[in-house]
Structures are given as structure tokens and as C-alpha cells.
């Protein structure tokens, strides 16, 4: 193979890895979504009538055992709690995998991509503007 013909294949190379990093980082999400999804689903049926004292099972891998239903619920909302920081934690490096792909491809920078939402204080700020 010649210079230019190695140039191009280095360069699909480098292409096609950041897009195989976009669409892990995508599945890595979609995966934790969904066990996220679950484990919210588990507290919520962790609300029915039952004393805190009382034993639930709670699936761990391949194994049931039984816990007080507030150790738990406790559990499950740590869990949720890390979780919750992972997904943010892709979705800010799947922001910064994206540009770097389209900056490979030549495309222009995504407008708009990098915004972030309001906070609670903000909107609450702006409602209160808007209500005058």
C-alpha cells in the first residue's frame, strides 16, 4: 500500500473507533436506564401496606435473601443514587466523545449540545419574573 492509501485507512480507523466508543457509551446508558427503571419499580412496591419490620426478599445475582423491608429500601435507594451519578457521568463523556467524532469527520460542532438544565432555584427565579 502507498502513503496516501495508508493515511485514509489510519484515519477510517480513528473514525470508526470514536463511533464504536459513541454507541458503547449509548448502550452503557440505555443498561443502567433500565435497572434504574427496575429498582424504581421495586420501591415503589416497597410502599404497600407492610411494617418497615417485616422481611423482603431481594434478589441479589443468583440468590434471594431476606432483609428488613427499611434495609431494603434503604439499599435500593443508594443504588438508585449511584446510578444515577454513572448515567450523568456517560452522558457528560458521551457529549465530549460526539464533538470529538464530528470534529473527526469534519462536521461543524453541535449547537445547543452542551446546555445544561435549570436548576430549581432558576426556574423558580424565572417563574416568579414571569408571574409580575
Given at each position: 500500500m502507498d502513503a496516501g492509501s495508508q493515511r485514509v485507512l489510519q484515519y477510517l480507523t480513528e473514525?470508526?473507533?470514536?463511533?464504536?466508543?459513541?454507541l458503547t457509551i449509548k448502550q452503557q446508558i440505555v443498561d443502567l436506564d433500565m435497572k434504574r427503571n427496575r429498582?424504581?419499580?421495586a420501591?415503589?412496591?416497597?410502599?404497600?401496606?407492610?411494617a418497615d419490620t417485616e422481611k423482603v426478599k431481594v434478589c441479589f445475582g443468583n440468590m434471594f435473601l431476606k432483609f428488613p423491608k427499611s434495609k431494603a429500601r434503604e439499599m435500593i435507594q443508594k443504588d438508585q443514587e449511584q446510578l444515577d451519578k454513572e448515567i450523568s457521568d456517560l452522558r457528560r463523556s458521551l457529549?465530549?466523545?460526539?464533538n470529538s467524532l464530528n470534529e473527526m469527520q469534519g462536521n461543524p460542532e453541535l449547537r445547543g449540545?452542551?446546555?445544561?438544565?435549570?436548576?430549581?432555584e432558576e426556574l423558580k427565579a424565572i417563574n416568579?419574573?414571569?408571574r409580575r
Open positions: 473514525v470508526e473507533e470514536a463511533a464504536e466508543d459513541v429498582n424504581r419499580e420501591l415503589s412496591a416497597l410502599k404497600h401496606d407492610m457529549k465530549a466523545k460526539v449540545y452542551n446546555l445544561s438544565p435549570l436548576s430549581a416568579s419574573l414571569l
